[in-house]
């Protein structure tokens, strides 16, 4: 199982807004902690893997490294030149990417071993209907690793934070504070806590572009619970990240407080994590199963 590199992953986050390549480069640095949360749970990438909302492609060839094979799926095709690269530059040949939706994935049902959720949740219309998905190509006893950032946090409302933490992702409209994130990084960037090659709206900004606003979710533990709830899945792990402003800025009985209340707990919290499982039919002659010889094949 391949280590954490924390100096890599540093150095690549600095400029992973510089292209599709270099995001991609970062994020297959990044995955080798959800390997490792995956091996502490007892979970091995052994069979067929699924990446459902790729991006450029980097978990997709980090997991082929340690799996028969990976798929990575992304409606916008940003792996078109990130992943294949990256991919050939690390000599891997068992990955392959596809252009497609989450809410109708172009694969037959119950043929992947392990499907990968990683902050895609958040942007798609129909959480449910992308679960649903995720569900039926999985294989029954198979694992969804599934995360995503709480809206109100620092961090998932995707907009730039400044280096005085106002959340003004809490005071304005979305509209509104979607329109300010762009006029601080054009006009303002020096306030902006991620600086140059680090901060897409930045990087934007300097283009003389602007950003499309994706998020169609405003993700609270709440609502993903509720979304669970009618999935079908059932949920081996949940863990939760405490945001770095709590933890150094807030006292511990108080931070505790917020993070047991139901009302303030999905403004401490900047990720949750899911390990989820398709249940095994009853076992009997109309119990379904995969073998190694079977292959995913697009619908």
């Given at each position: 199982m391949r280590e954490v590199q924390p100096d890599a992953i540093r150095e690549s986050g600095a400029i992973r807004f510089r292209s599709d390549y270099h995001y991609s480069l970062f994020e297959y640095f990044r995955s080798a902690k959800i390997l490792t949360q995956l091996e502490r749970a007892g979970i091995r990438p052994?069979?067929?893997?699924?990446?459902?909302?790729?991006?450029?492609?980097?978990?997709?060839?980090?997991?082929?490294?340690?799996?028969?094979?990976?798929?990575?799926?992304?409606?916008i095709d940003r792996f078109k030149d990130a992943g294949d690269r990256l991919a050939k530059e690390r000599g891997i040949g068992n990955v392959s990417f596809v252009r497609g939706d989450g809410l109708s994935l172009p694969f037959e049902a119950d043929c992947f071993d392990l499907v990968l959720s990683h902050s895609v949740i958040e942007h798609v219309d129909s959480p449910e209907d992308y679960l649903r998905e995720c569900f039926r190509v999985l294989r029954p006893g198979g694992v969804l690793f599934l995360s995503t950032p709480p809206y109100y946090s620092s961090t998932g409302s995707h907009l730039a934070r400044l280096k005085i933490p106002i959340p003004y992702q809490l005071l304005l409209p979305r509209r509104w504070a979607f329109q300010l994130n762009f006029y601080l990084?054009?006009?303002?960037?020096?306030?902006?806590?991620?600086?140059?090659?680090?901060?897409?709206?930045?990087?934007?900004?300097?283009?003389?572009g602007t950003k499309e606003d994706d998020l169609a979710q405003r993700v609270t533990i709440g609502r993903v619970r509720l979304w669970l709830r009618s999935s079908g899945f059932k949920v081996l792990l949940e863990k939760r990240q405490v945001s770095g402003f709590f933890v150094r800025h807030v006292p511990s009985f108080i931070r505790h407080f917020l993070e047991r209340n139901r009302y303030t707990q999905s403004l401490v919290y900047s990720n949750l994590e899911y390990l989820l499982m398709k249940p095994a039919p009853p076992a009997g002659p109309t119990a379904s199963s995969t073998t190694e010889k079977d292959q995913w094949v697009p619908v």
């Amino acid at each position: 199982m391949r280590e954490v590199q924390p100096d890599a992953i540093r150095e690549s986050g600095a400029i992973r807004f510089r292209s599709d390549y270099h995001y991609s480069l970062f994020e297959y640095f990044r995955s080798a902690k959800i390997l490792t949360q995956l091996e502490r749970a007892g979970i091995r990438p052994r069979g067929r893997v699924l990446d459902a909302g790729c991006g450029g492609g980097g978990v997709a060839v980090s997991f082929a490294e340690e799996s028969a094979f990976a798929v990575g799926l992304d409606l916008i095709d940003r792996f078109k030149d990130a992943g294949d690269r990256l991919a050939k530059e690390r000599g891997i040949g068992n990955v392959s990417f596809v252009r497609g939706d989450g809410l109708s994935l172009p694969f037959e049902a119950d043929c992947f071993d392990l499907v990968l959720s990683h902050s895609v949740i958040e942007h798609v219309d129909s959480p449910e209907d992308y679960l649903r998905e995720c569900f039926r190509v999985l294989r029954p006893g198979g694992v969804l690793f599934l995360s995503t950032p709480p809206y109100y946090s620092s961090t998932g409302s995707h907009l730039a934070r400044l280096k005085i933490p106002i959340p003004y992702q809490l005071l304005l409209p979305r509209r509104w504070a979607f329109q300010l994130n762009f006029y601080l990084a054009r006009e303002h960037p020096a306030w902006l806590e991620q600086q140059g090659e680090s901060n897409s709206c930045r990087m934007a900004a300097a283009r003389g572009g602007t950003k499309e606003d994706d998020l169609a979710q405003r993700v609270t533990i709440g609502r993903v619970r509720l979304w669970l709830r009618s999935s079908g899945f059932k949920v081996l792990l949940e863990k939760r990240q405490v945001s770095g402003f709590f933890v150094r800025h807030v006292p511990s009985f108080i931070r505790h407080f917020l993070e047991r209340n139901r009302y303030t707990q999905s403004l401490v919290y900047s990720n949750l994590e899911y390990l989820l499982m398709k249940p095994a039919p009853p076992a009997g002659p109309t119990a379904s199963s995969t073998t190694e010889k079977d292959q995913w094949v697009p619908v």
